[in-house]
């Protein structure tokens, strides 16, 4: 008789997070399988690692034999395998609880914030990898030296990117964690911003006796968490002096970000990024907190973070086209919006930047509407395909669209165009863009193909 026992089934597999840890789980020879609505390069890789992945969701993916189930925030308990799965009496987790288990097994480095979390995760990953320590890796975006966003490493550390959303990270205890900034976000989820701090403060308490809390001291809401955290505190930024880790002299020389570190008030010496942005700079200074504090050495620091490229999709150079460049970015948040379109101006100052913005979420795109429209003010020219629906009701849906978002921007006196598909917004840019142009394409969804669909053109 076949055995057909499944250690693992993940309801969701194709999601970062949640094959990061399939991954991981497949790497030690755990028997996986795991469903999803489409097929991924995630999916893709899974099943080279061995693992059964299913299209579509059906109660027939489980049996008895089926030892462990494993769900995405967006899973329901209406999911065909869930209820399945409680029919059967297979044990289910949610993605930060079985995080949280693996963790457990090893000294936990957990990044969250409401931006920056896989820049920073990516960074320490990198650098600890230079370093040789061979931790267990398990991000939101491609670390570069690994190839891929997961890792099952020998050493004793375990670098993970967690979220907020839903109090994902309420199952997490590590021994070191960094908050990068706290802001307005998921407010499908959270009441308002007092919430959203109430949830980091509360994820501040799963640290591990005698660990620590690395906190942009940059951000005030950040500040404030810390300053209930009764364990150690390690701040870094740039803007106040009494920092334990800062970052001064910043300046740009041939696409290079150059700035000096100084810990506690000691000067470690000259870093650079090639990365643009201030918030590069904020990123790069927690990944070298992080790194020193585990006793990391300076030298492979500065070497690592000189040579880091960034995560997949976050500042991503795509390609150039008759001198038009192609950049692609995660950014689906204002702020990240904002901040990213300045970053890229500071590097290519006089060049002309059409920012393509797939919004993400119905339901974020009508509750930060305004927000938007100033973030993407920093922009040349903008264009606006439909919104990527995620977790919205019918009535979300109903009540926004990039139509809505395009006709504020031209109120304002901005270049902007609501172009609902992909192929037609490659179009309009083959027509329009100029040499010397920059192409950014923005968004958490499928917008980074417009991209590849521009420089594909023959």
Same mark, same amino acid.
Not at 431 to 454: C, H, K, R
């Given at each position: ?23 991981i789980l497949a790497s030690r020879g755990e028997k996986i399988s795991g469903s999803d609505l489409v ?136 021994? @070191?964690? +960094? !908050? ?12 308002? &911003?007092?919430? =959203? $701090? %109430? ?11 005698g660990g620590t809390l690395v906190v942009c001291f940059d951000d005030e809401n950040a500040k404030e ?29 041939e696409n290079v970000q150059k700035f000096r570190v100084y810990k506690n008030g000691s000067d470690l ?54 001198? @038009?460049? +192609? !950049? ?12 990213? &379109?300045?970053? =890229? $101006? %500071? ?112």
């Amino acid at each position: 008789m076949a055995n057909n026992k499944i250690n693992y089934h993940f309801i969701g597999i194709g999601g970062i997070g949640m094959g990061a840890l399939a991954q991981i789980l497949a790497s030690r020879g755990e028997k996986i399988s795991g469903s999803d609505l489409v097929e991924n390069d995630l999916t893709k890789k899974l099943q080279k690692m061995g693992a059964k992945v299913y299209l579509g969701h059906k109660k027939e993916y489980l049996s008895p034999e089926t030892e462990n189930v494993v769900v995405s925030a967006a899973i329901t308990e209406k999911n065909p395998e869930y209820k399945e799965a409680q029919k059967l009496g297979i044990p289910i987790l949610t993605r930060g609880e079985l995080l949280g288990k693996m963790m457990d097994e090893k000294v936990g480095i957990a990044i969250t914030g409401t931006h920056g979390k896989t820049t920073v995760s990516s960074m320490i990953s990198h650098i600890f990898e230079d370093e040789g320590l061979d931790p267990t890796i398990a991000v939101g975006g491609e670390v570069r030296n690994i190839g891929g966003n997961a890792k099952d490493g020998k050493g004793k550390y375990f670098i993970a990117e967690t979220c907020e959303y839903k109090r994902f990270f309420a199952d997490i205890h590590p021994h @070191i964690a +960094v !908050i990068t900034n706290i802001e307005e976000d998921h407010l499908d989820y959270y009441k308002d &911003l007092d919430d =959203i $701090k %109430s949830a980091f403060s509360d994820f501040t308490n799963n640290i591990k006796e005698g660990g620590t809390l690395v906190v942009c001291f940059d951000d005030e809401n950040a500040k404030e968490t810390a300053e209930n955290f009764n364990e150690k505190v390690i701040s870094y930024g740039i803007s106040n002096e009494n920092l334990n880790y800062r970052a001064d002299d910043i300046r740009i020389e041939e696409n290079v970000q150059k700035f000096r570190v100084y810990k506690n008030g000691s000067d470690l010496g000259d870093f650079e990024i090639i990365i643009p942005g201030l918030h590069s700079i904020l990123n790069a200074l927690a990944a070298i907190a992080v790194s020193l504090e585990c006793g990391v050495k300076l030298g492979t620091i500065k070497e690592s973070v000189a040579r880091f490229e960034g995560a997949l999709r976050r500042m991503q150079t795509k390609g150039e086209k008759d001198g @038009i460049l +192609v !950049i692609d970015d995660y950014a689906h948040h204002p702020t990240e919006i904002q901040t990213t &379109l300045r970053g =890229i $101006k %500071s590097f290519y100052p006089k060049r002309k930047i059409w920012c393509v913005f797939q919004p993400h979420q119905h339901s974020r795109t009508r509750l930060l509407l305004d927000n938007f429209v100033d973030s993407l003010l920093e922009a040349d020219k903008i264009i606006i395909p439909k919104i990527y629906p995620v977790r919205d009701t019918r009535e979300d849906i109903e009540s926004i669209s990039g139509d809505t978002l395009t006709k504020l921007l031209t109120q304002k006196g901005k270049s902007a165009a609501y172009i609902p598909e992909f192929k037609e917004v490659v179009t309009f840019l083959e027509q329009n863009a100029s040499e010397n142009d920059i192409i950014v394409t923005m968004g958490a969804g499928p917008v980074n193909q417009v991209g590849e669909m521009y420089l594909n053109i023959e």
